[in-house]
């Protein structure tokens, strides 16, 4: 399956979504105002919905009825939407795909409350997956397990902003709490409606644990660049002073009075961050290399991931392969 085949194929699975996050998330009713209608706001701003494809893709290439997976992959999709809501209020972000954020739109508080209702939503759909109650039992856990998971990786994030002490082992553990488990979760999900056997979903976990940082790593480099959806603004992650891979390695690989300017930029409010702040953290990373050996332990750890699809079954370890690739390789 080429790279086009892969994209036509997570696209038509996407489309399937529609209907049932409409029924999830109605429009209209008497807290329209003010939650299903923001949630559609945000809902409706171009999301690709890879990771609710993924779910209905995994069961399908897995010899299951991707028709009983549909609510999990809607459940997925709104905890990610979700998650993104929460995510720009605490990064202070107030542009998503090219608008203003649900915070920013709607208000602080209102945002909050349009979060934990798509949540609310979302674990409703799991509990409404029409598969046997055991098989429904296991993907409520591995729902709320990874939601836990994340949420962990969020809280290392946030306060390990600024770090001085902050490590590439560190980055590592707090990307895959963060994105490893949550970025395959509708895979995972896909294979335990399908009735895969444990051998597959542990390879499928494992492919998570590397593909998740890589896919942050790609993250974070992508936010050097104005492609991201905010606006044409570059280098978010150094106004917010996050602590990404790139802020680990040049603190590790720079002089003592740059890191000590690393860290006084870093430190700055985001409102009072200029560009040529954003400037200088660019130019140290450049002269540490610290962009390039971001790009080299991306692509570590995407050969870790294939390693990883060594356990799948033989006729499917190709489609696997296919769909990596194209998730590893994205530029936006």
Same mark, same amino acid.
């Given at each position: 399956?080429?790279?086009?085949?892969? =994209?036509?194929?997570?696209?038509?699975?996407?489309?399937?979504?529609?209907?049932?996050?409409?029924?999830?998330?109605?429009?209209? @009713?008497?807290?329209?105002?003010?939650?299903?209608?923001?949630?559609?706001?945000?809902?409706?701003?171009?999301?690709?919905?890879?990771?609710?494809?993924?779910?209905?893709?995994?069961?399908?290439?897995?010899?299951?009825?991707?028709?009983?997976?549909?609510?999990?992959?809607?459940?997925?999709?709104?905890?990610?939407?979700?998650?993104?809501?929460?995510?720009?209020?605490?990064? @202070?972000?107030? $542009?998503?795909?090219?608008?203003?954020?649900?915070?920013?739109?709607?208000?602080?508080?209102?945002?909050?409350?349009?979060?934990?209702?798509?949540?609310?939503?979302?674990?409703?759909? $799991?509990?409404?997956?029409?598969?046997?109650?055991?098989?429904?039992?296991?993907? $409520?856990?591995?729902?709320?397990?990874?939601?836990?998971?994340?949420? =962990?990786?969020?809280?290392?994030?946030?306060?390990?902003?600024?770090?001085?002490?902050?490590?590439?082992?560190?980055?590592?553990?707090?990307?895959?709490? &963060?994105?490893?488990?949550?970025?395959?979760?509708? !895979?995972?999900?896909?294979?335990?409606?399908?009735?895969?056997?444990?051998?597959?979903?542990?390879?499928?976990?494992?492919?998570?644990?590397?593909?998740?940082? =890589?896919?942050?790593?790609?993250?974070?480099?992508?936010?050097?660049?104005? @492609?991201?959806?905010? @606006?044409?603004?570059?280098?978010?992650?150094?106004?917010?002073?996050?602590?990404?891979?790139?802020?680990?390695?040049?603190?590790?690989?720079?002089?003592?009075?740059?890191?000590?300017?690393?860290?006084?930029?870093?430190? &700055?409010?985001?409102?009072? &961050?200029?560009?040529?702040?954003?400037?200088? $953290?660019?130019?140290?990373?450049?002269?540490?290399?610290?962009?390039?050996?971001?790009?080299? !332990?991306?692509?570590?750890?995407?050969?870790?991931?294939?390693?990883?699809?060594?356990?799948?079954?033989?006729?499917?370890?190709?489609?696997?392969?296919?769909?990596?690739?194209?998730?590893?390789?994205?530029?936006?």
């Amino acid at each position: 399956m080429s790279a086009s085949r892969v =994209a036509t194929e997570l696209a038509r699975h996407a489309r399937r979504i529609g209907p049932i996050l409409q029924e999830l998330v109605p429009r209209d @009713g008497d807290e329209s105002a003010f939650l299903g209608g923001p949630a559609w706001y945000h809902l409706e701003t171009g999301g690709k919905r890879i990771r609710s494809a993924l779910c209905l893709l995994t069961a399908e290439a897995l010899g299951g009825d991707s028709e009983k997976a549909l609510h999990f992959a809607a459940a997925v999709e709104l905890l990610h939407n979700m998650l993104l809501v929460h995510d720009d209020i605490e990064d @202070g972000d107030t $542009v998503r795909r090219n608008q203003p954020t649900v915070w920013k739109r709607f208000g602080l508080a209102n945002a909050i409350n349009i979060g934990d209702y798509l949540f609310a939503r979302s674990l409703r759909a $799991v509990i409404l997956s029409p598969v046997p109650g055991e098989a429904r039992a296991r993907l $409520v856990d591995l729902f709320l397990a990874t939601y836990e998971r994340t949420i =962990a990786g969020q809280a290392l994030d946030i306060n390990s902003r600024c770090d001085e002490r902050f490590t590439i082992e560190d980055y590592l553990r707090m990307v895959t709490l &963060k994105t490893g488990h949550y970025l395959v979760l509708g !895979m995972v999900g896909g294979a335990i409606i399908a009735g895969a056997p444990e051998a597959t979903l542990e390879c499928l976990r494992r492919l998570g644990e590397s593909l998740g940082p =890589a896919f942050q790593i790609r993250d974070d480099i992508l936010d050097l660049t104005a @492609g991201k959806g905010r @606006g044409g603004v570059s280098g978010s992650d150094i106004r917010e002073g996050k602590a990404s891979i790139l802020y680990a390695h040049a603190l590790a690989h720079s002089s003592p009075a740059e890191a000590e300017r690393l860290l006084k930029i870093m430190r &700055k409010p985001r409102e009072e &961050k200029t560009d040529s702040d954003v400037a200088a $953290v660019l130019g140290l990373y450049g002269r540490c290399g610290s962009i390039a050996f971001a790009q080299e !332990m991306a692509d570590r750890l995407i050969l870790q991931a294939q390693r990883a699809l060594d356990a799948l079954p033989v006729e499917q370890q190709s489609l696997f392969r296919e769909l990596l690739t194209y998730i590893a390789e994205r530029k936006t």
